[in-house]
């Protein structure tokens, strides 16, 4: 038996079997060959490679050990064989003072006894599992160290010249699957950076015509410049404004014009996404994280690694996803959920929301610290009935879009609708009067466009849900929030409050679904109960 703390005089990689080999190497050797032609994945391959080789040798535990020069540290990425390691997957083995750094350095095979007291990492937790011998052998590819391949047993038996030859030839195909891995990954990668770049160009093809309407707006020509300030500036910024008022569109504007242009733009709907999804949507999860977390996801922090992260409706977050968002922030970093490894992330945050954040801080319901880590550059779109200025341009260049999208022959409003559009207070903002103008050209005959029957009745429930004098208010005039709580009550009547789905009021207002409960849940709405 090879002294403890030494090398012992054992073949290189390479080094052929004795023909004294024990019966069955040969069918082992050939099953292991026929797997690396099947499996790409080293975690799930080396387990399967320990299930073969634990029918043929005395093994109690099996590791695979990737070197990872960043941390100067190896990861162990897989084990088999041993249940209730305190040594397992996604541990880390230091570089220095460890068995596997000393093998790795030499690029020999190290078998030894274990001793506790030896002052060697592994030893006391293995010792503390019941091994007493182990064997440690580099995965070299073209005479350089990758990792390790580690086996150890209970039994006090020395590993024989028969089973180290066996396992020094395992090492050898264990490195090749290992790096193909690898390459196979590299590829997967570079085939979803070049489909992700694919849709990012889409996506900034189909949202160019609305940057362009937003910055048709008379009211934001004075601050353009500003803006183009603002988008250079590599510094998380805070959207705020109305539902439908283009926050989103302003982000991606702001993307388009940094230094970041060329790197995805990710969109996170805070609102969209319940309380259980949001984490492993925001981080990703590991495998095994959870029951059907069959394989590891990267989540959108990673996904727009380089480039910039739209968090929309960021006061819909529930308070301890708020909690790690800011540890994301504050660290640059970010732990995918099951994971213990932190992940750089090189990302700039835009938040948008249509809440009054000091409001929500007030009640409990957003933490103060992540505001102030937001809200690093602010910027305000007021709603559409505070820039009546913006309705007409804003209209124009709807309907020259819908017309060449539905080939319709409409080229301007008509004097009576450009009134009905100019005296209606736009609950819904420019999202509303998209739909509006879409709506309208698709139902026009003629290159004068004129509100249908259909649209006038919309536009009237409007107008009879918002008059001018209220008794009840002081300035004799609806508060922003009775406009609105009157606008959706009078959709909801008009769909017998069905929220989502086609013709639903979610549809009908250009919300969210989700977007809208919320709405309902802020404003008190409540299903009115069955007529007795």
């Known amino acids: 038996m090879a002294s403890s703390g030494g090398l012992g005089s054992t073949p290189r990689f390479g080094a052929a079997v004795p023909a ?23 975690e799930s391959l080396f387990e399967t490679i320990a299930q073969v080789l634990g029918r043929l040798l005395k093994i109690d535990r099996a590791s695979l050990a990737l070197y990872d020069p960043d941390r100067d540290q190896f990861e162990i ?25 000393l093998a790795f350095d030499s690029g020999h095979a190290w078998f030894t006894t274990l001793e506790p007291a030896s002052g060697f990492f592994e030893d006391k937790a293995l010792v503390g599992e019941g091994m007493h011998v182990s064997s440690i052998i580099p995965l070299m590819i073209e005479g350089k160290p990758i990792g390790s391949f580690n086996v150890n047993r209970r039994l006090e038996d020395a590993f024989n010249q ?16 290992v790096t193909n891995s690898r390459k196979f990954d590299q590829m997967r990668l570079q085939k979803e950076d070049l489909s992700r770049q694919n849709a990012y160009l889409l996506e900034l093809a189909k949202h160019a015509s609305k ?8 009211s934001l020509r004075a601050v353009r410049d500003r803006l183009i300030t603002t988008a250079k500036v590599d510094a998380t910024v805070l959207i705020t404004g109305e539902t439908g008022t283009g926050k989103g569109v302003l982000a991606r504007a702001l993307h388009d014009w940094s230094g970041r242009h060329d790197r995805p733009f990710v969109v996170c709907d805070c609102a969209a996404l319940s309380a259980s999804l949001i984490e492993t949507e925001l981080f990703g999860h590991e495998k095994g994280a959870f029951t059907g977390a069959s394989s590891r996801r990267i989540g959108r922090f990673e996904l727009a690694q380089g480039g910039t992260l739209f968090l929309d409706e960021v006061a819909e977050m529930p308070p301890e996803i708020q909690a790690k968002l800011l540890g994301a922030l504050q660290d640059r970093q970010i732990y995918r959920v099951g994971g213990t490894n932190p992940v750089r992330v090189d990302i700039r945050v835009i938040a948008a929301t249509n809440r009054d954040l000091q409001t929500e801080i007030a009640a409990g319901r957003f933490r103060q610290d992540l505001f102030y880590r937001l809200n690093v550059v602010s910027l305000h779109l007021p709603p559409l009935r505070q820039r009546t200025e913006d309705v007409l341009a804003l209209a124009d260049h709807l309907i020259q879009h819908y017309a060449q999208k539905f080939a319709r022959d409409v080229s301007a409003l008509s004097p009576a609708a450009r009134a009905t559009i100019l005296s209606y ?24 466009l004129e509100l249908g029957n259909e649209l006038s009745s919309c536009l009237s429930m409007g107008d009879s849900a918002i008059p001018n004098r209220d008794p009840t208010h002081e300035s004799g005039r609806l508060t922003l929030e009775q406009v609105e709580e009157r606008y959706i009550r009078e959709t909801l009547d008009v769909t017998g409050w069905r929220i989502s789905g086609r013709k639903g009021a979610a549809e009908i207002l250009g919300l969210h679904p989700n977007t809208l409960r919320s709405k309902m849940e802020r404003l008190g709405i409540k299903h009115p109960p069955p007529a007795a």
């Open 425 to 448: 207070p736009w609950p819904g903002n420019i999202r509303e009067l998209e739909n509006i103008i879409e709506r309208a050209v698709l139902l026009s005959n003629g290159s004068i």
């Open 77 to 101: 990425v897989a084990l088999a064989l041993q249940e209730g390691s305190q040594i397992g997957k996604g541990w880390f083995i230091p570089h220095r003072g460890s068995r596997i750094g």
């Open 20 to 42: 004294t080999t024990a019966p069955g190497v040969e069918g082992v050797l050939l099953e292991i060959a026929n797997l690396l032609a099947t499996k790409l994945n080293p």
């Open 211 to 218: 940057t362009n309407m937003l910055l048709l707006c008379p």
């Open 162 to 177: 028969d089973e180290i030859a066996l396992l020094t030839r395992i090492a050898d195909q264990i490195a090749i699957a």
